[in-house]
């Protein structure tokens, strides 16, 4: 392999006569014989190696002006470092990300954006994540496939949730809803998102906002006025603005009996109950939903 290598920057140094009349001649030869050492590197799983010399191919690629290749080899490099380095993976697939939106390949370019979105939140890197899935959704958008732009806007939504961005939740997560109701394959999916909206709006401290808001949720979703999910807002909406912690446990405890709340609606939810006053003062910062 480091043969191979030895071999590829020979060629590049390599000086002559001929050269002078055919100077991408010798990036073909040495990226050919970079890819021969990146395949070997590969199969021995000496995964640094692949990828810097998947990267070394960008190089040789961009000299001779073949932007599809330089992309495809940024997938490479990035799929090889996302063994052993993910900050150097995650670098690879921006990049291969920016070039094929620069030669109009926006799918594929979001696809690489969406999986720095995944990589980033496993991470724990939320800001740089949701602005990941953001990217990756404006370009799906562009190629209007909407759907999987919607998917990447949940987690945007989500996202925002965590991160106490409350407004910009409320907003995706309610045109995720509006999406979703007038799609007949995702439309028992809107009453889901339009409860998560809500549940941002009680974080925000809003109740009055939450209550108003289910008056508008009802022309969004027609499935949602009088379903559970619509009675959980109203309940909590009202527990909040009475300042009254334990109804708006038993309320969340109902709701949970029947269709258990996920991690996410958990978190934003104690948020909510810390948020609520009694008497002008906030409650202490129990940890318990009940």
Same mark, same amino acid.
């Given at each position: 392999?480091?043969?191979?290598?030895?071999?590829?920057?020979?060629?590049?140094?390599?000086?002559?006569?001929?050269?002078?009349?055919?100077?991408?001649?010798?990036? =073909?030869?040495?990226? =050919?014989?970079? =890819?021969?050492?990146?395949?070997?590197?590969?199969?021995?799983?000496?995964?640094?190696?692949?990828? %810097?010399?998947?990267?070394?191919?960008?190089?040789?690629?961009?000299?001779?002006?073949?932007?599809?290749?330089?992309?495809?080899?940024?997938?490479?490099?990035?799929?090889?470092?996302?063994?052993?380095?993910?900050?150097?993976?995650?670098?690879?697939?921006?990049?291969?990300?920016?070039?094929?939106?620069?030669?109009?390949?926006?799918?594929?370019?979001?696809?690489?954006?969406?999986?720095?979105?995944?990589?980033?939140?496993?991470?724990?890197?939320?800001?740089?994540?949701?602005?990941?899935?953001?990217?990756?959704?404006?370009?799906?958008?562009?190629?209007?496939?909407?759907?999987?732009?919607?998917?990447?806007?949940?987690?945007?939504?989500?996202?925002?949730?965590?991160? %106490?961005?409350?407004?910009?939740?409320? =907003?995706?997560?309610?045109?995720?809803?509006?999406?979703?109701?007038?799609?007949?394959?995702?439309?028992?999916?809107?009453?889901?998102?339009?409860?998560?909206?809500?549940?941002?709006?009680?974080?925000?401290?809003?109740?009055?906002?939450?209550?108003?808001?289910?008056?508008?949720?009802?022309?969004?979703?027609?499935?949602?006025?009088?379903?559970?999910?619509?009675?959980?807002?109203?309940?909590?909406?009202?527990?909040?603005?009475?300042?009254?912690?334990?109804?708006?446990?038993?309320?969340?405890?109902?709701?949970?009996?029947?269709?258990?709340?996920?991690?996410?609606?958990?978190?934003?939810?104690?948020?909510?109950?810390?948020?609520?006053?009694?008497?002008?003062?906030?409650?202490?910062?129990?940890?318990?939903?009940?």
């Amino acid at each position: 392999m480091s043969d191979l290598l030895k071999q590829a920057e020979n060629r590049l140094n390599k000086s002559g006569f001929m050269n002078l009349f055919s100077s991408s001649s010798k990036y =073909e030869d040495a990226a =050919e014989l970079y =890819e021969k050492a990146a395949i070997q590197f590969k199969l021995s799983k000496n995964w640094l190696e692949a990828g %810097e010399t998947y990267e070394k191919l960008t190089e040789m690629y961009a000299q001779i002006g073949s932007n599809h290749e330089v992309a495809m080899n940024f997938v490479e490099s990035g799929n090889c470092y996302k063994k052993c380095d993910l900050k150097k993976s995650i670098e690879m697939f921006k990049k291969a990300a920016k070039k094929f939106s620069e030669i109009g390949r926006l799918s594929i370019a979001a696809k690489h954006l969406k999986e720095v979105g995944d990589m980033l939140e496993k991470e724990k890197k939320l800001e740089e994540s949701l602005e990941a899935f953001t990217a990756a959704a404006d370009l799906y958008l562009g190629e209007n496939t909407e759907s999987t732009a919607n998917q990447c806007k949940l987690r945007v939504a989500s996202l925002a949730g965590q991160l %106490e961005r409350y407004d910009m939740a409320v =907003e995706t997560f309610e045109d995720c809803a509006k999406h979703a109701a007038e799609n007949n394959l995702l439309k028992y999916s809107a009453k889901g998102y339009l409860l998560n909206a809500g549940i941002c709006r009680l974080c925000a401290a809003d109740p009055v906002g939450v209550l108003n808001a289910c008056q508008r949720y009802n022309d969004i979703d027609p499935t949602f006025p009088n379903s559970r999910e619509e009675q959980l807002l109203k309940d909590l909406a009202n527990a909040s603005e009475a300042g009254d912690q334990d109804a708006f446990a038993n309320a969340l405890g109902q709701f949970d009996d029947i269709s258990r709340l996920d991690s996410w609606k958990t978190t934003l939810l104690l948020r909510a109950k810390k948020k609520i006053t009694a008497g002008g003062g906030l409650l202490g910062d129990e940890d318990d939903l009940t």
